[in-house]
């Protein structure tokens, strides 16, 4: 266990950028498949019944998750860079537990939904 | 030529601007996936709407603006690449980004 | 003032408080296995067996493999009580001053590591060379520009003025290359100017003396700069004197939409 990297602040780091690594790479597949409707209803329909499947779902799942992790610990960066600390020692650590937690709730109604 | 200063306030302010877009998102993907996705209920909500337009006409652009610099933070830390091969991919990059993306919200609205 | 809770980039406070040892932790007189690197980065651990006293620093330990193991070992101190800055190594995978460092604090069972700085040349075993480390404090803009010569009177600086306090909380950096040495973006990207470099850059832009303050925001934001931070803390968790290197670079962050702080 490197004293280093076993740290919430730099776990948060980690999954900050992994998160926005992995919505990087997706998005251009995003884009391009909603692009298909270009060609009218029914190819975006077609595109659409790859969801239908049960791997795709969970990566689906998963991106939501991303999305939510990405923009919650994104959010604690704004505040440590936009807005006064509450003490010289205090970079908000406490933030990162409950916005882990909130971005798997999110992922939970999603499951629930699909 | 832009500088760092401006690079990271871009970076940062299309992220302020990210927030807002990205609550909305999920929530509608939340409600979207409720019977199924298809084209109609997507196409439905999205041809001929001036709001959703602008709304995902505003997403595209922040996050071609966002990503790439992200990308390219990564890039000059976990790899070995010049500084002007990671410059160039990223650009690249922010106008794949704008155009697959302005070229879906077309294709939707 | 601060509250010390857990959710805080709490200072390491091991390095200042002397803890007797965990049960079930090894007891004086009994062997402690030492890992000492030897040679420069391209070198590699050697193992000493070194008895466990009851009151013990890393830089004792360093000193006795020196005197009775291996007289070849070369390692920097000056002052043994926390006040140069020069005995930092890397302990247990950790950046500290071995003066200020008690085994009992460290060790791993009875496993003992004892490597040089992280990002810096190695000159020979644990001692590193800081060249590099200056040079970037250099390039940040940590050079103090006054605005008066020795015939001036000397420029009222009011301790209270919001500045003042603000520079003070920063201030004590002595440069031991801890903060540089604990942050991972320093090894990622040799351009960042490193910690130590914006906190003390962030200090001249609340000197109202420094004729250069109105160049602060621009150099932060050169390539390398404050920009490249990402907040991992570790130069606050590692820092011995406790100062808040984190807090200095956002606070360097803040001034690229706010402005600069008033300092009058």
Same mark, same amino acid.
């Given at each position: 266990m490197n004293p280093l990297h076993c740290h919430r602040s730099y776990l948060a780091f980690l999954g900050h950028r992994i998160s926005g690594l992995l919505l990087a790479l997706f998005l251009p597949v995003h884009f391009l498949l909603l692009g298909t409707a270009f060609s009218g209803d029914a190819a975006l329909d077609n595109a659409l019944a790859l969801t239908d499947y049960w791997p795709v779902k969970v990566a689906e799942w998963g991106l939501v998750v991303l999305l939510a992790t990405h923009m919650l610990f994104g959010l604690r960066i704004l505040a440590l860079e936009f807005t006064d600390w509450p003490s010289m020692h205090d970079n908000r650590t406490g933030w990162i537990l409950p916005a882990a937690a909130a971005a798997l709730f999110v992922g939970f109604i999603f499951w629930l939904q699909v | 030529m832009i500088n760092g200063r401006q690079l990271y306030l871009a970076q940062r302010l299309s992220a302020v601007l990210l927030v807002p877009l990205v609550l909305i998102h999920l929530a509608l993907i939340i409600i979207a996936v409720r019977n199924g996705l298809s084209a109609a209920e997507i196409l439905g909500r999205t041809r001929g709407s001036l709001l959703w337009g602008v709304f995902y006409t505003l997403f595209v652009l922040a996050v071609a603006v966002h990503v790439p610099l992200g990308v390219r933070n990564v890039m000059t830390e976990w790899?070995?690449?010049q500084p002007r091969v990671v410059d160039a991919f990223c650009l690249l990059f922010c106008l794949l980004l704008l155009i697959a993306g302005m070229r879906a919200v077309f294709a939707v609205v | 003032m601060t509250s010390k809770t857990s959710d805080t980039v709490q200072p390491d406070r091991s390095q200042h408080d002397h803890v007797h040892a965990q049960p079930g932790q090894a007891q004086p007189g009994d062997r402690l296995e030492v890992s000492i690197w030897r040679g420069k980065r391209d070198g590699g651990f050697k193992q000493y067996a070194v008895e466990l006293r009851e009151n013990q620093t890393v830089l004792d330990i360093v000193t006795e493999v020196q005197r009775q193991?291996?007289?070849?070992l070369a390692y920097r101190f000056a002052c043994r009580v926390g006040v140069c800055g020069s005995c930092a190594m890397t302990v247990n995978g950790a950046p500290r001053w071995t003066c200020r460092t008690h085994v009992n604090q460290v060790i791993a069972g009875n496993q003992l590591t004892i490597e040089p700085l992280r990002h810096l040349p190695v000159i020979k075993d644990l001692v590193c060379d800081l060249a590099p480390f200056f040079e970037k404090w250099q390039k940040a803009g940590g050079t103090f520009k006054p605005t008066k010569s020795r015939l001036d009177k000397p420029e009222p600086i009011d301790p209270q003025s919001p500045a003042r306090k603000t520079a003070n909380a920063a $201030?004590?950096? $002595?440069?031991?290359?801890v903060c540089y040495s604990a942050c991972d973006v320093v090894g990622w990207n040799n351009d960042y100017v490193g910690p130590a470099a914006l906190n003390r850059l962030w200090t001249l832009a609340n000197d109202k003396r420094h004729a250069d303050r109105e160049q602060v925001t621009d150099l932060a934001f050169q390539e390398g700069g404050c920009a490249s931070c990402h907040s991992h803390g570790n130069c606050t968790r590692h820092c011995p004197v406790e100062l808040s290197p984190s807090q200095s670079i956002a606070a360097l962050k803040k001034s690229a939409i706010f402005g600069l702080p008033d300092v009058e």
């Open positions: - | 790899t070995r690449l | 193991h291996e007289p070849s $201030i004590e950096c $002595i440069n031991c290359a």
